[in-house]
């Protein structure tokens, strides 16, 4: 690798590893979320050539990390007791740990990361329409089961 391939690669990890950690906490938890994205840019290192000229490297190494640090028991969310949290809705993590694993994801990805759903699908490996519809059904269970009426 030269010198500028390894800046290169620094200035993309500095800024990736983050939204990686955030990425991985409904998934792999609070205290496993640091080690996927650290797996996940090991992984960056090794085929920097392949991964630096993806249009969405993170979205990959999303996957990567999930494939590399795959166990057999279920990511969940921090209970809010675990961590020092904002304040919102006590209901919500609750909620969150009620959904399916993909409409959990999605939601996450999208709201509390800010990823577009393009970046998302290329994440789950599924379709863009897809994301929209796990969104769409992961916050209309949530509305429910916090007995929210409107879209506010």
């Known amino acids: ?41 090991a992984y960056a290192w090794e085929h920097w050539e392949r ?6 490297p993170v979205g990959y190494l999303f996957r990567v990390g ?8 279920r990511g969940l969310l921090p209970a809010p007791e675990d961590i020092a949290m904002p304040d919102f809705e006590p209901g919500l993590v609750p909620a969150l740990r009620a959904l399916p694993d993909t409409q959990r994801t999605a939601v996450w990805l999208v709201h509390a990361c ?27 269970r949530l509305r429910a089961g916090l007995e929210i009426s409107s879209h506010a």
């Open 1 to 41: 690798m030269t010198t500028d391939e390894q800046r290169a690669y620094e200035e993309f990890a500095r800024r990736a590893r983050l939204r990686l950690v955030r990425a991985f906490v409904p998934v792999r938890g609070l205290d496993d979320a640091p080690d996927a994205a650290a797996e996940a840019l």
């Open 114 to 140: 800010g990823w577009t759903y393009a970046e998302t699908a290329e994440a789950m490996g599924v379709s863009t329409s897809a994301v929209g519809t796990h969104v769409t059904r992961a916050l209309d």
């Open 51 to 56: 991964v630096g000229a993806m249009d969405n």
């Open 66 to 73: 999930q494939s590399r640090t795959r166990r057999r028991r």
